[in-house]
């Protein structure tokens, strides 16, 4: 009987020990795996990703289209739908009370607290998220009743309007009876930024928060995000394809390429010291606007299928510094320095 006891405190012991987080770590996840099962074949949409946030710091995904960076967030909180299916990894989140949990093994019921309560995603398309019968208060007063019981509606429409005025909104008290057409592209994306915020999360979600809206509107969206992560301590995973938002807001980033995160490092390290020959020439493909341009740089090839991924590196059909070994076996992450490295076999030398 006592040794029972004993091995039912080791495997305890061995559970806590795998739900623990670094210091001031609110996410990781590790060795992320995501397929569709399409009548085309099997999409390995996200293959092994990792990566962690810390409480107040921004990273960043970054790389082309379909390379798997939404898939990789929806996938934090299981908005995976058929044919998708969450195969492998874990993802750990510490919660407002401190408890670390899986939110890969969550019930239900303890997942749908936590979305949109301490983790609120802002999704591309601010049109797309807002429900055209209903005003912008009855959306956040909606998304505070889904986590509050005891939510009464005037005490909302109250928070609701100083979330407005918060997101800079003119004349809240009049846009909060608004309905989504009767208001500006800049300030729907400013109402779906006020609704994620309106039950003061610890992490969000942004995918490519600035999409269609014009130069001054991103630069005004951009500084408020960077205010209100301030004033709330949250952790941010913004998604962009725009390099010079990244350079502007993140701390760290992460560039993936056909499922896989290619290369980690801080803003400074990728920007001035890239590794990977997917970042050079993705950095490289950047208009400088100080310079005389006469041809836009490009990419050569198109991303692979990713039902069919080529062996060894994703990269190495495209890379112009390919070796024969690129194509026969998979690159490790290899550390450069402190907080940086690249999974690229050129770098298995130096």
Known sequence: MSIDLRRRRSVGDIVEKRLDLGEGEILRVKDLVVKFYTYAGVVHAVSSVSFYVKEG???SLVGETGCGKSVTTRAITRLIESPGRIEGGSVLFRR???????LLKLDPETLRQIRGNEIAYIFQDPTSSLDPLYTIGYHIHETIKAHSKNAVKKETLKKAIDLLRQVLIPSPEVRVKNYPHEMSGGMRQRSVIAISLSNTPRLLIADE???NLDVTIQAQILDLMRKLQERYRMGVILITHNL????????R??????????EEGSVEQIFYNPQHPYTKLLLRAVPDPTK???KLESIPGIVPSLINPPPGCRFQPRCPFAIDKCSRVEPPMIEVEDGHGAACWLLEKK
């Open 244 to 251: 010079g938002v990244v350079a502007d807001v993140a701390d």
């Open 253 to 262: 980033v992460y560039v993936m390429y056909a499922g896989k995160i290619v």
């Open 57 to 59: 710091e921004t990273i």
């Open 96 to 102: 407002r009370s401190g408890q670390v949990v899986d």
């Open 209 to 211: 928060p600035t999409t």
């Open 292 to 294: 005389r341009i006469e």
